[in-house]
């Protein structure tokens, strides 16, 4: 089984819908990351956190929200889903070491019609 | 603003060495990161690099030069499995990731 694993893996919706995608880790990390990546382009932080108690958000967070529910789960919404939200989004945790490692869950492709 | 260039593809032959560049420009260093991503798949890391000099793992290897901003991913012995889009990702002052669009790696027979 995956370590971080995201669901769905593949949705598509339509415009103004809510959509939730749901991501839990069994490595017993601390940090927790959602990307998007689009061709052409470099992933992208959506939110991120440190702990439970600790959200932050990155570049690109308008559009979005997220919620910690416990140290394993952090699940991103779109509250009113667009077009230019279709992309692959990846979670993330992050290594206790020196370096700090990502380890991605599979991705969530979402469609936007 | 930050930034990090890496060539857009690349193709390589089965075998053979191929050198992938990254050069980057960000407020701050913390380190460099190269990872795999094959189609479709999630990114898995590679290496790391935070001082200069030449990280060997295997037949991949990772080189930084700070002063230059400049860091290359050498694969050895070219595989068919290492077609894949090759990520570059600095580290800033603040410690968030910056990422590369990828260098798509095209490996013919």
């Known amino acids: 089984d995956a370590d971080v694993t995201q669901t769905p893996r593949n949705r598509i919706t339509k415009t103004g819908k809510r959509i939730m995608l749901e991501c839990s880790q069994t490595k017993g990390h601390d940090r927790m990351y959602w990307y998007r990546q689009d061709p052409g382009l470099g992933l992208r932080l959506i939110y991120y956190s440190f702990d439970v108690k600790d959200i932050n958000k990155g570049e690109i967070s308008d559009g979005y929200s997220v919620s910690r529910q416990a140290q394993a789960k952090f699940s991103l919404s779109l509250e009113s889903a667009i077009p230019n939200q279709t992309a692959l989004y990846f979670c993330?945790?992050?290594?206790?070491?020196?370096?700090?490692?990502?380890?991605f869950g599979e991705g969530s492709r979402l469609t936007v019609l | 603003g930050q930034n990090i260039d890496q060539p857009t593809e690349m193709t390589a032959t089965e075998g053979a060495i191929v050198q992938i560049n990254c050069t980057y420009q960000?407020?701050?260093?913390?380190?460099l990161f190269w990872y795999q991503q094959h189609a479709g798949e999630a990114p898995t890391f590679l290496s790391y690099n935070v001082l200069d000099g030449l990280e060997e793992k295997g037949r991949f290897s990772s080189f930084l030069s700070r002063s230059k901003g400049y860091s290359y991913l050498l694969l050895k012995e070219l595989q068919m499995k290492d077609s894949a889009s090759y990520l570059c990702a600095v580290k800033d002052s603040n410690y968030q990731l910056i990422w590369g669009a990828g260098t798509k790696l095209i490996i013919k027979p």
């Open positions: 960000t407020s701050g260093f913390n380190g």
């Open positions: 993330a945790t992050e290594g206790h070491g020196d370096h700090g490692e990502l380890f």
